[in-house]
């Protein structure tokens, strides 16, 4: 009774409407706010007004100075920033959504059923699927196209391997794309049978002459992606997603629909590598609002792990005499880097290799160093994404030159059951060095890679301090001397996500003037066992003080 009669009295005096008070569109109140800023404080409640936080404190004093029509009873829950996904391919994903979903197959034979099932039901030209992964085969040979040029001869099917730097394509699809056996092209691979004749698996830069001639998708096809997309985002308690690589129609999508209020979510789009990005954003420069930031150019230093296209400083183990291969020529990424810089564009590159990763952080020093005064290499806010292989040598220029370590926790944890067999024993100890390029750049942007890896940041936050799969395999963590702590894992998915966007003044904390996002989480992260990291379940996400999901 006690109790009750505090939480009344509590309720009266913030609900109060004496004339000295502010009003605010939203008081927060009786909740646990984990408000990572600059001190790490934990406060009780917090204000909104015009979608902005305008206050945060202890229950009382937030109730002394301000007052709403609107309260919001925490009962104790644990309240997070909005969380920010600092590498996703967003647009892919919402595409995948409407694709035949491979993820998960068990063998070839598996991806032709679901293949055979998917086509039953498809609309379009193409036969679009993605996710398969030879890696999770008991046969781990790379598939042959003969099945599907026997299921769909007159049909082009394009199955992309779940990183998207490999891809399986039928006879139909390669004679569209104007492939024969005989092309040779750099950064990537057509592979061959015995007999010379091609086998339909496309490796890095191959995949791209394929897909250059899958019809593209219309609008409402789109706009049901992109929509799809933040559905799912939302409820797993994003509200800011990074999408790694986007043509400038992709981009007016995206502002579109946020214009007419029907997209939400918070963007920081990559601009890709690509011709008609640099006509238009080199004339116009970056392009920022409250909801959509355009600053920054994605290159591909070279390709993926499990397609063997990332590019080593030695033989693959499982290889030998194969190194991966850079997916352009260092002339072209120097002539790039200096051009969007030179228009206030950030670099981002993605490097899986060591060969890669040297070679991209030497061009970067040497490119900032032509450029800019020591004081302002670190403000350029470079990034690696990735970085899933860097020598240790290598390491001290994320700190040399404020380069910022994109990185994906739950690589680590999909890739360790064949990594080794890739790198060696020894390459292997310091791949997917969370911690380690943390305390050399010291800071980390934390994300999930979707649709690459599961879409869930819990999972990000449990193979970043955990460092097993979600089954606790292998005990005691996967190379855990490189886990990062509970809070630096969530300093990388809130404030440092945000600064690697230039976007920390206005997310990525609970203080006052930061956009009102917000997260109420059943669990309390910073305390509850390990094993319960994965399995948090959002209750309810905010977007600039407004509502946008409930758990029911």
Known sequence: MIRFALAVLLV??????????????????????????GALAVLESFAVKDGRITAVGTNESIAA??????????????????????????????????????????????????????????????????????????????????????????????????????????????????????????????LHREDGTLSGVLIDNAVDLVQRVVPAPNEEVTRKALLGAQTNCIETGLTSVTDAGLLKKDIDAIDKLQKSGELKLRMYAMLSDSAPNYTHYLASGPYITDRLIVRSFKFYGDGALGSRGACLLADYSDLPGHRGFLLRTPKHYEEKFRKVAAKGFQVNTHCIGDSSARMMLRLYSKVLSDTLVVKDKAAQRW???????????????????????????????????????????TRVRWAYAL??????????????????????????????????????????GYQKENALSRTDALLGMTRWAAYAEFAEKEKGSIEAGRFADFIIIDTDPMTCPESKLAHIQVLATYIQGQKVFQRK
């Open 65 to 190: 100075v301000f007052e709403s029509d609107s309260m919001l009873n925490a009962q104790g829950k644990v309240i997070l920033p909005g969380l920010i996904d600092a590498h996703s391919h967003f647009t892919g994903y919402g595409l995948g959504l409407q694709e035949c979903d491979l993820v998960g197959t068990t063998s070839y034979a598996d991806v032709i059923d679901r293949v055979k099932v998917y086509s039953g039901t498809n609309r379009r030209e193409w036969i679009i699927g993605r996710g398969w992964d030879q890696n999770d085969w008991a046969d781990k040979t790379y598939p042959d196209r003969a099945q599907l040029d026997s299921l769909f001869p007159r049909t082009p099917v394009l199955l992309q391997r779940i990183d998207g730097h490999a891809a399986l394509a039928n006879g139909e699809a390669l004679r569209r794309a104007g492939i024969r056996d005989t092309l040779k092209l750099n950064g990537g691979e057509l």
């Open 12 to 37: 009266a005096s913030i609900a109060g409407c004496g004339r000295s008070k502010k009003e605010v569109d939203l008081i927060v109140y009786n909740a646990k706010v984990y408000t990572m800023d």
């Open 383 to 425: 990034r690696i994404e990735h970085a899933q292989v860097v020598q240790p040598s290598d390491w001290h220029w994320f700190k040399d030159f404020g380069v910022i370590p994109s990185m994906q926790p739950t690589h680590a944890t999909s890739d360790m059951y064949w990594a080794a067999n890739r790198l060696g024993e």
């Open 435 to 476: 911690n380690a390029l943390r305390k050399s750049a010291g800071t980390i942007a934390l994300g999930t890679d979707f649709p690459v890896e599961n879409i869930s940041p819990w999972l990000t936050l449990h193979a970043a301090v955990v460092r097993t799969d979600a089954k606790g395999f292998p005990a005691g």
